[in-house]
């Protein structure tokens, strides 16, 4: 059907768009998968747009914000129980909620967020 030098480029072609189409803005992920605490508060989560709670983790600094939401701590699973979702991924949800509590944050780089994870 298709030669053997053009399969797997239509193959590469086919999971590169399929990647990006997946890929998900911060806001989506923050409904997916944080809301469920961070609407609410549960378990100490600090809530979205609560401004005096985000205020107290901007001091420890978005790639330490990062790191916490991809790895874990207390009641709060890695990537909020969602491990399917990547570390960018996971990072623009925590900018997204960050930003609403006040912070000004910008989406870290790939690279940033690998050497906020070591």
């Known amino acids: 059907?298709?030669?053997?030098?053009?399969?797997?480029l239509l193959a590469s072609l086919f999971f590169a768009t399929g990647a990006q189409a997946a890929d998900k803005k911060g806001v989506d992920v923050y409904k997916s998968a944080c809301?469920?605490?961070?609407?609410?508060?549960?378990?100490?989560?600090?809530?979205?747009?609560?401004?005096t709670a985000w205020g107290k983790r901007f001091e420890a600094g978005l790639p330490t914000m990062i790191k916490i939401a991809i790895k874990g701590k207390r009641a709060m699973p890695p990537k909020g129980g969602q491990s399917a979702l990547s570390d960018m991924e996971v990072a623009r949800a925590v900018v997204h909620m960050a930003n609403a509590g006040g912070g000004?944050?910008?989406e870290p780089k790939a690279a940033e967020i690998a050497e906020a994870i070591k």
């Open 35 to 51: 809301a469920a605490c961070h609407a609410t508060g549960a378990a100490g989560a600090p809530k979205l747009g609560d401004k």
């Open 104 to 106: 000004k944050f910008k």
């Open 1 to 8: 059907m298709y030669s053997k030098t053009l399969a797997p």
